[in-house]
């Protein structure tokens, strides 16, 4: 089986990577236990996308996608982790969004956990990881999952990333991560890859 091609992101591709997110993260557990469930879904859903891979991805890192956007990583580079006042703000009312009403401080907690970021600010940031269903079983996570290693590595840095469920927690340890803790109220497990240089 042939790797496959990855190309940065356009901020064109936005729309179309935000609905392969959205498909991609439909039986996600922290996405089950965030989203609302209203008629409201599906916007809130597609704004929370749309902010990741444009204010995260392209504005402070890089986004990696194929030329279909069957699949997607968002990777914020060494030093660009720190969020600013706006951006927290931003975050905040978008997860409040998508949570819904009677969620605003769980929402905070939440946004805050995600912006949060290693500790370590010298080390990549796998932000964001997604396949579509449709392109499951080609090996697209772990070439997308490779890209952002493959950087880290050329620079001796470490990999940080916060998984989402389970599944994706065992996907990250058969490539090197380690978890480090698991958020005591959402579904997050925080992990690291070391330095493999």
Known sequence: MSSPTLIT??????PALSKMFIDAYANNEAM??????????DYAHDSYW????GEWGMKQGTVYTTAECE????????GKHQPDVMQKME?????????????????????????????NQDCYWLWGLGVAP???????????????????DADNKACYVVASSEKVVLTFERR?????SKSE???YWFMLRPAQG
């Open 176 to 180: 090197g991560f380690e978890v480090l």
């Open 91 to 119: 975050a905040w009312a978008i997860v409040a969004r998508m949570m819904g009403e009677g969620k605003l401080e769980l929402a905070k907690d939440i946004s805050e956990q995600m912006l949060s970021g290693p500790l």
């Open 32 to 41: 089950q236990a965030a989203l609302r469930s209203d008629k409201m879904a």
């Open 134 to 152: 449709s392109a499951g079983g080609k090996g697209l996570a772990g070439a997308l999952i490779k890209q952002v290693t493959d950087l880290a």
């Open 71 to 78: 699949g997607c990583v968002i990777m914020v580079p060494p």
């Open 185 to 187: 109220n959402f579904p």
């Open 9 to 14: 992101a356009k901020f064109e591709d936005i």
């Open 50 to 53: 749309r902010f990741a891979l």
